[in-house]
């Protein structure tokens, strides 16, 4: 081995020993990062340097004056967002994919990226019970699913009305109506923006209590392309939209269902929660993140297609000479992205390293401890504003003032991580228990200290 070898071979095992102190650190730290921490990044260069700095002591730097400005939202007790950990032999295979640096664009480019996405997704399709000619692809995550989702279903119902919408644009084509839930995921919006869509023309459908739509609320006589989009947990309560009924709706009326299921997907794969995503499998569009439930590292998402040619068509580009090489095995135009990271092989380590039956367990574990919390803190004189249905607890500490400031005070204590919401007129904090890393002695240690703190308030 040569001396730049060695070196670099020394470099990765340190630095992957400072990845192991790191990661057994995280049950002992803050979760949000403390002042100090953040003080440490004042520490890192400014401007960048005329002349290279070591590898070595570039890590240093990131390792000294980044490790501790990070949230510990990787270990078991950060219930803010919808955040998952990453599993251990999911980062672990993230750690080799980088090292294999592959493009997982084409097959060509990477067999085995190629190989390890066709898997994961089949794979994902079974655990939740899509239909077996829906095919898709890994993305950045559900924002980008969502977006992918709704490009098919945009090729679909234009094409439908005579429009190619790929080739013309929207200059002119026929007006598509777009259905969505009071509730829907503000990702959502986003997607509709970016498809020239429009997050404000949209028909909007009356929720529940529970955030749920209201099928009964249904715009009655549509005409035209249609969509509608659906969600499968709510990111506040964890409700689900009424399936049947609006699968049925859309039959009657030609329209296009997307399924926005960023986590609430992975409850199918639950013989305890299946009944909540009943009906949902006979929508047109699936959209989920690996990085959320499934606990695959940053970042990954998920799109299928009940139609798969649908999503060729919006995603596939023209054609180009020194590309041409395809293969069956090519998900090159089923995703928004030309060059794309290895997504597959991490979410592959996860699912071959949970089974069936470990991720049965991550889910219904996760919606286990949210009732656990909200037995808790009800016990403790909160009061829960939700169904406990999934891994989502909403919690008010009376008004809305004390809420806010309660929140803010769990924050700052650092036993725990919770963000705050509104739900229904309400200030609210959100518990979502995300991670595979949250142990019964994590929700105890958590629910304690909030208590503390909101009866010390
Ligand atoms: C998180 C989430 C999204 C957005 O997903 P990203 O992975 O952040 O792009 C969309 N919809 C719902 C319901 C979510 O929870």
């Known amino acids: 081995m040569s001396s730049s070898e060695a070196e670099t071979a020394e470099l990765f095992r340190e630095t992957s020993e400072k990845a192991i102190s790191y990661l057994k650190g995280l049950k002992k730290r803050h979760v949000a990062p403390t002042e100090e921490g953040l003080r440490g990044m004042e520490k890192l260069p400014q401007s960048l340097p005329d002349h290279p700095t070591p590898p070595q002591q570039v890590l240093d730097l990131l390792d000294t004056y980044g490790s501790p400005a990070t949230v510990a939202s990787n270990g078991g007790r950060y219930f803010g967002f919808v955040i998952g950990s990453a599993l251990p032999a999911a980062l672990a295979a993230n750690w080799l994919a980088g090292a294999w640096n592959q493009n997982g664009a084409k097959q060509i480019m990477s067999p085995i990226a190629a190989r390890l996405e066709a898997t994961s997704l089949r794979w994902i399709r079974e655990l939740v019970g899509l239909p077996s000619e829906a095919d898709g692809a890994f993305v950045s995550g559900d924002t980008m699913a969502n977006f992918s989702g709704l490009a098919a279903a945009r090729h679909a119902v234009l094409t439908r009305a005579g429009w190619d919408a790929e080739k013309d644009g929207l200059f002119g084509a026929p007006t598509i109506n777009v259905v969505l839930g009071e509730e829907a995921h503000v990702s959502v919006g986003k997607a509709l923006t970016l498809l020239g869509l429009g997050r404000e023309r949209i028909i909007r459908v009356p929720t529940d209590d529970q955030g749920r739509m209201a099928a009964d609320r249904l715009p009655s006589s549509l005409k035209g392309p249609t969509i509608l989009c659906t969600q499968a947990g709510n990111?506040?309560?964890?409700?689900?939209?009424?399936?049947?009924?609006?699968?049925?709706?859309?039959?009657?009326?030609?329209?296009?269902?997307?399924?926005?299921?960023?986590?609430?997907?992975?409850?199918?794969?639950?013989?305890?929660?299946?009944?909540?995503?009943?009906?949902?499998?006979?929508?047109?569009?699936?959209?989920?993140?690996?990085?959320?439930?499934?606990?695959?590292?940053?970042?990954?998402?998920?799109?299928?297609?009940?139609?798969?040619?649908?999503?060729?068509?919006?995603?596939?580009?023209?054609?180009?000479?020194?590309?041409?090489?395809?293969?069956?095995?090519?998900?090159?135009?089923?995703?928004?992205?030309?060059?794309?990271?290895?997504?597959?092989a991490d979410a592959w380590a996860a699912l071959l390293s949970l089974g069936k039956s470990g991720l049965i367990d991550l889910v219904e574990r996760s919606c286990r401890h949210a009732q656990r919390f909200a037995e808790l803190l009800r016990e403790g004189g909160c009061t829960i504003l939700n169904e406990v249905v999934l891994n989502q607890a909403l919690v008010s500490f009376g008004d809305d003032r004390r809420t806010r400031d309660v929140v803010k005070a769990i924050q700052k204590e650092g036993t725990c991580w919770c963000g705050e919401t509104s739900w229904k007129g309400r200030v609210a904090m959100r518990i979502s228990v995300s991670s595979g890393k949250t142990t019964e002695e994590d929700v105890n240690r958590a629910a304690t200290a909030i208590l503390k703190i909101a009866r010390d308030m």
């Open 235 to 344: 990111v506040n309560t964890g409700s689900f939209d009424p399936f049947p009924e609006l699968v049925d709706w859309a039959r009657n009326n030609g329209a296009w269902v997307h399924v926005d299921g960023a986590f609430g997907l992975w409850a199918a794969a639950s013989p305890l929660l299946k009944k909540l995503t009943r009906g949902m499998s006979g929508a047109d569009s699936w959209a989920t993140d690996g990085h959320k439930w499934l606990n695959v590292p940053y970042d990954s998402g998920v799109v299928f297609v009940r139609e798969p040619s649908n999503l060729v068509a919006a995603m596939g580009s023209p054609a180009a000479a020194y590309l041409n090489f395809d293969s069956s095995s090519d998900r090159f135009d089923f995703a928004p992205e030309m060059s794309r990271r290895a997504r597959g």
